[in-house]
């Protein structure tokens, strides 16, 4: 049973870029949720997608931006990326009807020069 | 907004000695979690305590909860290298989880 994954691993973009990083839950999960973790930090919930939809939404600007297909895979988005924006990217992945745990996948870790 | 604090943020133990994590939060949280993260890599859910009172044990270590204080424990008994890593707390539900600053832990030999 594959866990959830990440891709890519790692990426360097230019400030001003945009960038999408994505996510496929685990198996029978249909509940994506993504946090940002600078470095030496907690992580810091983005938003959590369920049903294609944007349910949650913790305290970021809009420049971030995701959405969920119908596999119940995800994108984020981030749009005029800014030297602040480097962080690990955390996806976790839960079942709506069985709520007491999420997982996490191994992340995207975002340099922006 | 929840708010999530531990303490200590950096813990260096000799191995064999017992240490306690503390785990603060503001309001009420539905559940509490505990995580470990090694450098460099993603989180390893090790605990979920659903009610108050509850404790839970793998291993060397013990976590509690204790939901009138808003206080969650994890107990390190006996230490060894193995353990060390960056220890979080999270409160919260899966909706919108909030986690604390972390505890970074070396054990010594």
């Known amino acids: 049973d594959a866990g959830v994954t990440q891709s890519p691993t790692h990426l360097i973009k230019t400030r001003g870029q945009q960038v999408t990083l994505r996510c496929s839950p685990k198996s029978g999960h249909d509940t994506v949720s993504w946090y940002q973790q600078a470095l030496g930090q907690g992580p810091q919930f983005i938003f959590q997608?369920?049903?294609?939809?944007?349910?949650q939404r913790g305290n970021f600007p809009d420049r971030f931006s995701g959405h969920q297909f119908p596999n119940y895979s995800s994108e984020l988005n981030v749009n005029a990326l800014l030297l602040g924006d480097s962080a690990l990217y955390l996806c976790?992945?839960?079942?709506?009807?069985?709520?007491?745990?999420?997982?996490f996948g191994p992340g995207t870790r975002l340099t922006v020069t | 907004e929840l708010k999530v604090e531990q303490n200590p943020l950096f813990l260096s133990m000799q191995e064999g000695k017992n240490y306690t994590i503390y785990c603060n939060y503001s309001t009420t949280s539905d559940r509490l979690y505990w995580y470990r993260q090694d450098p460099g890599k993603s989180l390893e859910s090790l605990f979920v305590l659903l009610s108050n009172g509850a404790v839970k044990q793998e291993g060397r270590l013990m976590a509690s909860l204790d939901t009138k204080a808003r206080l969650s424990t994890l107990h390190i008994t006996a230490a060894v290298h193995d353990l060390s890593a960056t220890y979080f707390c999270?409160?919260?539900?899966?909706?919108?989880?909030?986690f604390g600053a972390g505890t970074r832990l070396t054990v010594k030999p």
């Open positions: 997608y369920y049903e294609e939809e944007e349910r």
């Open positions: 999270a409160g919260g539900d899966n909706n919108d989880m909030r």
């Open positions: 976790a992945s839960s079942s709506r009807a069985y709520r007491p745990l999420q997982y």
